[in-house]
């Protein structure tokens, strides 16, 4: 990427490296952008995924 973006990070909500794309889709999910059935459920299986996405440090990637 050209500004030095990571193409993969570290996402709070399935403790594994996603790629860039997922999270921006997730972040968009949790800001209501996008109806969450857009979001695999392994993502939503935190309670509180909503909170822990905004919170995250990617997530205005």
């Known amino acids: 990427m050209a500004d030095n973006s990571p193409e993969q990070v570290k996402c709070p909500l399935v403790d594994r490296m996603i790629s860039d ?30 909170e822990i996405c905004v919170s995250c440090k990617w997530h205005n990637y």
């Not at 939503?44 to 909503?50: E, F, G, L, S, T």
């Open 21 to 50: 794309i997922d999270c921006i889709e997730t972040s968009d999910v949790a800001r209501g952008l996008l109806k969450s059935d857009r979001m695999p459920d392994e993502y939503k299986a935190k309670p509180n995924w909503r």
